[in-house]
C-alpha cells in the first residue's frame, strides 16, 4: 500500500511525524508538505508562480519533500511529479486545531484531502481538537491507523473523503467514535485597522471563539461530547433542495435584448 501524506502545519509538524510512523505500519509513506504553516489557505493552488519540491529529513531522518506551495500543491505534486508508483491513500495531518463544520472552507488540510478525492485516490483529514501548543497525537494516529485499514476493505463513495476530529483527550476519556454529518460553526470575526511606520494603514484579521449549534448527529456536538467524529464529505456543493425551487422563479426563461 503506497500512501502520500501531507498537512498545513509545514513539514516539520510534530502531528506529521506521528501519522507517518503510524501508516509505515500498513504501507510505503511518502512525505509532501508545505515548507512553512499554510492553516487556512483553503483549496487553493499555485498558478502564477513555480512550485519547489526540496528533499528534506523529518527528525528521525525519513526523507521528505518540503513544497513552496499549498496542501493542495502538495498532493498534486506528490501524485502527478514525485511519487512513481501509485498512491492507493492520501492522509492530511495530524492538524493541530479542530476542522469542525464550516471550518472546512478555510481548511488546508481538509483541502488536501479534498484534493485526493480529486484525483480519484481514498482520503481522509485528520485533527486534533485544541489549539494547545503541547498535544497528544497518539490518539489519533492510532484511530487514522485503524481507518486506514478499514479502508483497504471498503471502497469510500466517488468524490468523497472522510473528516477525522479527534478530542485532546486521553484514550481511557473517549467516550467512542460516531458517524457525523457537517454542523454549524461560526466566527463573528473582526478587523483591526492599524499603521506602520510611515504612516500606512494596514489591517489585521481576526477573530472570536467560534460559536457553535450542537444539534445532534452533527461534527460539532459528537467534539463536544468527547467522541472522535468521523465525517464523509462529498464534493458536489449544489444545493439540490433548492434546484426545482430556484427553476419556478422563471431564470430560465430571462430574454436577452439583440
Same mark, same amino acid.
Given at each position: 500500500?503506497?500512501?502520500?501524506?501531507?498537512?498545513?502545519?509545514?513539514?516539520?509538524?510534530d502531528?506529521?511525524?506521528?501519522?507517518?510512523?503510524?501508516?509505515?505500519?500498513?504501507?510505503?509513506v511518502?512525505?509532501?508538505?508545505?515548507?512553512?504553516?499554510?492553516?487556512?489557505?483553503?483549496?487553493?493552488?499555485?498558478?502564477?508562480?513555480?512550485?519547489?519540491?526540496?528533499?528534506?529529513?523529518?527528525?528521525? !531522518?525519513?526523507?521528505?519533500?518540503? $513544497?513552496?506551495? %499549498?496542501?493542495? &500543491?502538495?498532493?498534486? *505534486? @506528490?501524485?502527478?511529479?514525485?511519487?512513481?508508483e501509485?498512491?492507493?491513500?492520501?492522509?492530511?495531518?495530524?492538524?493541530?486545531?479542530?476542522?469542525?463544520?464550516?471550518?472546512?472552507?478555510?481548511?488546508?488540510?481538509?483541502?488536501?484531502?479534498?484534493?485526493?478525492?480529486?484525483?480519484?485516490?481514498?482520503?481522509?483529514?485528520?485533527?486534533?481538537?485544541t489549539?494547545?501548543?503541547?498535544?497528544?497525537?497518539?490518539?489519533?494516529?492510532?484511530?487514522?491507523?485503524?481507518?486506514?485499514?478499514?479502508?483497504?476493505?471498503?471502497?469510500?463513495?466517488?468524490?468523497?473523503?472522510?473528516?477525522?476530529?479527534?478530542?485532546?483527550?486521553?484514550?481511557?476519556?473517549?467516550?467512542?467514535?460516531?458517524?457525523?454529518?457537517?454542523?454549524?460553526?461560526?466566527?463573528? !470575526?473582526?478587523?483591526?485597522k492599524? $499603521?506602520?511606520? %510611515?504612516?500606512? &494603514?494596514?489591517?489585521? *484579521? @481576526?477573530?472570536?471563539?467560534?460559536?457553535?449549534?450542537?444539534?445532534?448527529?452533527?461534527?460539532?456536538?459528537?467534539?463536544?461530547?468527547?467522541?472522535?467524529?468521523?465525517?464523509?464529505?462529498?464534493?458536489?456543493?449544489?444545493?439540490?433542495?433548492?434546484?426545482?425551487?430556484?427553476?419556478?422563479?422563471?431564470?430560465?426563461?430571462?430574454q436577452?435584448?439583440?
Open positions: 500500500m503506497n500512501i502520500l501524506i501531507t498537512n498545513d502545519d509545514g513539514v516539520y509538524a502531528g506529521l511525524i506521528v501519522l507517518k510512523d503510524a501508516m509505515e505500519k500498513i504501507g510505503t511518502y512525505v509532501v508538505a508545505p515548507d512553512r504553516p499554510r492553516s487556512a489557505c483553503g483549496h487553493s493552488i499555485t498558478l502564477h508562480k513555480p512550485l519547489r519540491a526540496d528533499e528534506v529529513a523529518l527528525r528521525d !531522518g525519513t526523507p521528505a519533500y518540503a $513544497s513552496s506551495g %499549498t496542501p493542495s &500543491d502538495c498532493v498534486a *505534486l @506528490g501524485l502527478l511529479a514525485i511519487i512513481k501509485p498512491v492507493d491513500l492520501v492522509v492530511s495531518g495530524i492538524n493541530r486545531g479542530p476542522n469542525l463544520g464550516w471550518d472546512l472552507t478555510y481548511s488546508g488540510t481538509v483541502s488536501a484531502a479534498m484534493e485526493g478525492a480529486i484525483y480519484g485516490i481514498q482520503s481522509l483529514a485528520v485533527s486534533v481538537s489549539h494547545k501548543t503541547e498535544v497528544d497525537y497518539s490518539v489519533a494516529a492510532e484511530f487514522t491507523l485503524n481507518l486506514a485499514r478499514m479502508l483497504q476493505e471498503h471502497k469510500l463513495r466517488e468524490n468523497t473523503f472522510l473528516n477525522v476530529n479527534v478530542p485532546p483527550l486521553p484514550a481511557a476519556r473517549i467516550k467512542g467514535v460516531k458517524v457525523t454529518r457537517q454542523g454549524k460553526r461560526r466566527y463573528s !470575526g473582526s478587523i483591526e492599524r $499603521s506602520d511606520p %510611515t504612516g500606512r &494603514d494596514y489591517y489585521w *484579521l @481576526g477573530g472570536d471563539l467560534p460559536m457553535d449549534t450542537l444539534d445532534e448527529g452533527t461534527d460539532v456536538k459528537a467534539i463536544s461530547d468527547g467522541y472522535i467524529s468521523v465525517t464523509p464529505v462529498h464534493l458536489d456543493l449544489t444545493d439540490h433542495k433548492s434546484l426545482a425551487k430556484i427553476q419556478d422563479w422563471g431564470i430560465e426563461d430571462i436577452f435584448s439583440e
